[in-house]
């Protein structure tokens, strides 16, 4: 699809809001579209009181309704050798079947061994991302099958789209490591997408990056290709973290074999697993936010049980992605009110639980509108606010994930850099108060001219990546511009000023050599 889906009511220049902006007056007349990529955003802390929609009476019913559902209904868990390693550290197995129940007692005991905080290392140690406590950590977009830009319409996942989407993750310090495939490149074949896309990760960014669960030797490959990206030992890869996989149930209360396989694979080198149930209320788990929330709960601690059952200590996070659904429709539903009480709840029981938590920025727009502001506006703040760690799906998710935005993600990465912004500490100290200003200007003058302010207007407020905030005159001189517009114009600033991340050329040939050789060997095998 080429034909533009979004038509304008007047053809614009594309570079005529910049140019025009520099020459003539209004609000923000001289304010940079560029937006900010600094190293103040590689490290995020939220310090700020987590809000809570659980009372310790209701946390304690929803804790107990889920270790009661493990005990009497138990979890199908679709892999022999799984079943076996759960029987051994004292699950009830049921024999001939799939089904596994686990004492609260197990269950307890296993979960207190995760860590509550831990590093995962970067093949760029300055790209090293800090876990748990009150650390926040952004992820790019993942796993989308369409990607959609104003020019190209929504279309299938290719190669070429999935490089510029990964550079566009490199190009951003406040995004902290990749996702996934932010689309999936459907134009290279199954058996070794893996292969290519994972070198990829390593040669096009310098950030932590993720392996997708779907067989064992999808695993086996990754861990490879990470170590071979950091330049390091098998032995040191296993004492530093370097690769996460994202483990979701298959709910309701099923574990199936791939993602079994890869948490034996990814705990048993001590790779960071995050057990993610996808609870929808009223799909496949009971209506009631609460019913959800004790689903994603069960499940998520049967998942992160077995992390330890294979290696005591090995890390992991509590994923959480309950949300509901249309009921007229069946269709899912983000950014919702009830999304928003579910993902609170889930950083109530990660807190206490002392687990690092994963949560995730939604919308479920088909384009870039206030829709997709909105939903994720509010995702935002209920990730913000119940403590997430680890957020998945930070920018460029679009469609309810089905679509990976180039749009869309620069407007998540302006959003992402205010709540950045938001979460930075208020300045208190005797400078800031500004005293000397107050006493400089007097009764009835202006600040425009002190010292105090000369000193501070480049850097004093954030300077948003797409806002216009022109007067009306000189905004309609300009063409009237949307948000869109500017979006669509500064992922493709972005893209032509993206520069490759520095890589020893020996690590880039011995990359290059696996590959190569796992491909002579067939990759992994399909049915197609």
Not at 365 to 377: G, K, R
Not at 435 to 441: S, T
Not at 454 to 470: G, M, Q
Request: hydrophobic content about 40%; glycine content about 8%; charged content about 20%.
């Amino acid at each position: 699809m080429s034909e533009n889906p979004f038509p304008q009511a007047a053809p614009i220049d594309a570079d005529a809001p910049v140019e025009r902006r520099r020459r003539t007056g209004g609000r923000g007349a001289d304010r940079s579209r560029k937006g900010l990529s600094s190293s103040k955003y590689l490290n995020l802390v939220n310090t700020m009181a987590k809000s809570v929609v659980l009372s310790d009476d209701a946390l304690e019913a929803i804790h107990n309704a889920s270790l009661t559902i493990l005990e009497e209904i138990g979890m199908d868990v679709i892999l022999p050798e799984a079943r076996d390693r759960m029987k051994a550290a004292g699950a009830d197995v049921t024999p001939g079947t799939d089904r596994v129940r686990f004492d609260r007692g197990l269950i307890m005991d296993m979960i207190a061994s995760v860590p509550r905080a831990f590093t995962m290392h970067a093949r760029n140690p300055l790209r090293n991302v800090e876990i748990g406590g009150n650390n926040l950590v952004f992820a790019q977009i993942a796993s989308a099958p369409f990607v959609a830009d104003r020019e190209g319409g929504r279309r299938a996942g290719n190669q070429e789209d999935f490089r510029k989407l990964v550079k566009l993750a490199q190009s951003y310090d406040i995004i902290h490591t990749t996702g996934g495939y932010p689309v999936e490149p459907i134009d290279i074949h199954a058996s070794v997408r893996h292969l290519d896309c994972l070198s990829d990760m390593v040669k096009l960014t310098d950030k932590v990056f993720h392996c997708y669960s779907l067989g064992q030797q999808r695993n086996i490959d990754a861990i490879e290709i990470a170590r071979i990206g950091r330049g390091i030992s098998a032995a040191q890869m296993e004492t530093e973290p370097s690769l996460f996989t994202i483990i979701n149930t298959s709910s309701p209360l099923r574990l199936d074999g791939p993602m079994l396989q890869g948490i034996i694979e990814m705990s048993s080198r001590n790779q960071v697993v995050v057990v993610t149930p996808f609870t929808l209320a009223g799909a496949m788990a009971p209506v009631t936010i609460a019913g959800a929330v004790v689903q994603q709960n069960a499940e998520a601690l049967a998942g992160i049980a077995f992390t330890q059952m294979v290696r005591r200590g090995a890390p992991a996070m509590y994923g959480g992605f309950t949300s509901n659904v249309d009921m007229k429709t069946g269709a899912p539903a983000f950014g919702t009110p009830e999304y928003m009480k579910a993902v609170i709840a889930g950083g109530q029981l990660a807190r206490r639980y002392n687990i690092p938590y994963r949560t995730s920025n939604t919308n479920a727009s088909n384009t870039l509108d206030a829709q997709a502001a909105y939903e994720s506006a509010l995702s935002l703040w209920a990730l913000t606010q119940g403590g997430g760690n680890f957020i998945m799906h930070s920018a460029g998710w679009s469609e309810g994930g089905l679509t990976a935005s180039f749009e869309k993600f620069i407007l998540d990465v302006d959003m992402l850099q205010m709540v950045a912004e938001f979460l930075t500490p208020l300045d208190v100290s005797e400078d800031a108060l500004g005293l000397d200003a107050v006493r400089d200007v007097g009764p009835g003058g202006h600040y425009f001219g002190t010292a105090h302010t000369l000193a501070r207007y480049e850097t004093a407020f954030y300077s948003p990546i797409l806002s216009d905030w022109r007067n009306f005159e000189t905004w309609t001189e300009a063409g009237r511009p949307t948000t869109y517009d500017h979006a669509n114009r500064v992922f493709k600033e972005k893209l032509n000023e993206y520069e490759k991340p520095p890589l020893d050329p020996a690590i880039e040939e011995e990359l290059d050599a696996f590959v190569a050789k796992r491909k002579a060997e067939g990759g992994v095998s399909t049915d197609f």
